[in-house]
């Protein structure tokens, strides 16, 4: 597997990966993973890193320009690796993975699967890395079009992705194999976390105790909607509504929490800075109700399966992955839409019932639809068909 990024972090595309190679190595697969400098080594999985910048010692997540160099060091690392452990497949990450496994794949002669976690000119818009009304809008436009073309096979995180590659990018249907991304229901089970210790943690993260709490987790950025969550709390704040607000993951945590300040409902709201992905459940039982306001309709939302495994009803922007993973049991609002976000809050606050209601569905959901085990099932049949057309 390629993955260029610096795997293992807590947050969505990294969990994608930590979850695939998971399963298929309980199915008894042996996966090295070929990854950048940085991030957390996970007990039990096959990392290898490329050798740090020698002018950057850290860098941004998402779009950077210093992205460019990392995946010159990543490629030369990838061809070393692949040299010495001759893969029977390569297995690339987003479009630079697909890219970058395009040379290794041919340099060994076998098939390259391409895991396509939304599009790379509209995640670099989203980003505000590229102007799509500029001259270079265009030219990568192409490019992606390019790498799109260049695997044996295309997994897809949701079916949304397969309209996208097939409609704006030609993509032939009989190539492209949705994946949405799945859950570990035993994992993120409510179940596990008694009230006692739920208080206990309110407690620590000073939370009151006699309110509602919605929650967040994830990337904290404007196109995952972080502020619309802010002017939410502080509209619901006006209206006399006492709800808590708690919003975990990173970057930019003093930036929000300024912005909290300045709403005038820093009270109102907790942040916790980077949760780790195995503490991920416990901090979750925290919630009544689960938030996505997320703008991107070119990326996957993976923290919403999270959610409904945890029981908790979820307000969601009215996107095709959202509908794909809620169905008829989101709380649907436009995206951006502050006063319907708020609206819906106070609406499944006022409604016990329907609350459990809706939790206790989207857990069923994601118990039946959105299994890791059934992924790692589906992805070792798309390896053996791969290979069988190579023999």
């Known amino acids: 597997m390629i993955a260029p990024t610096s795997f293992f972090s807590d947050y969505g595309g990294h969990i994608r990966i930590l979850e695939e190679t998971l399963a298929l190595q309980n199915l008894g697969h042996q996966i090295t993973i070929v990854t950048y400098y940085k991030g957390s080594d996970v007990t039990g999985l096959d990392i290898q890193r490329t050798k740090a910048l020698p002018w950057r010692a850290d860098y941004e997540v998402g779009s950077s320009r210093h992205k460019l160099a990392f995946d010159l060091y990543l490629i030369a690392k990838v061809i070393q690796v692949g040299r010495n452990i001759r893969p029977d497949i390569i297995h690339g990450h987003m479009h630079e993975g697909a890219l ?4 290794l794949s041919r340099l060994l002669g076998v098939p390259l699967v391409f895991d396509y976690q939304g599009s790379l000119t509209g995640e ?5 890395f590229l102007n799509k009304n500029g001259i270079i809008y265009p030219v990568l436009r192409r490019f992606e079009k390019m790498i799109d073309h ?6 897809t995180s949701s079916s949304r992705a397969q309209t996208v590659l097939q409609d704006s990018f030609d993509v032939p249907k009989n190539t492209i194999h949705p994946l949405p991304d799945c859950v570990d229901t035993k994992r993120f089970d409510p179940l596990r976390f008694p009230e006692l210790e739920r208080s206990r943690l309110k407690k620590e ?3 009151p105790l006699d309110r509602p709490v919605l929650a967040y987790l994830g990337l904290l950025a404007d196109y995952q909607g972080t502020d619309h969550i802010i002017k939410a709390a502080h509209l619901l704040f006006k209206r006399g ?20 300040e300045r709403m005038g409902v820093a009270d109102r709201v907790t942040f916790t800075g980077k949760v780790a992905y195995e503490e991920a ?24 399966l999270n959610y409904m495994a945890m029981q908790q009803p979820v307000v969601a922007s009215d996107t ?17 839409d502050i006063e319907a976000i708020a609206n819906h809050i106070s609406a499944i606050i006022s409604n ?18 959105f299994s890791w085990n059934a992924a790692g099932d589906k992805i070792d049949g798309l390896y053996k068909a791969i290979l069988a057309q190579h023999e």
């Open 100 to 103: 970058i496994g395009s040379i």
């Open 124 to 128: 670099m818009v989203d980003h505000h």
């Open 150 to 155: 260049m695997p044996d096979a295309i997994l």
């Open 205 to 207: 993260l000073g939370i």
């Open 241 to 260: 509504e006492a709800v808590h607000f708690l919003i975990m993951g990173y970057p930019r945590v003093n930036y929000y929490k300024a912005y909290a």
């Open 281 to 304: 459940p416990r901090y979750l039982s925290l919630g009544d109700i689960a938030i996505s306001a997320k703008i991107s309709a070119t990326e996957g939302s993976g923290k919403v």
């Open 320 to 336: 095709a992955v959202h509908r794909e993973y809620l169905d008829e049991y989101g709380l649907y609002v436009s995206p951006g």
């Open 352 to 369: 016990p019932d329907q609350r459990k209601s809706l939790g206790a569905e989207l857990r069923n959901r994601a118990v039946e639809r």
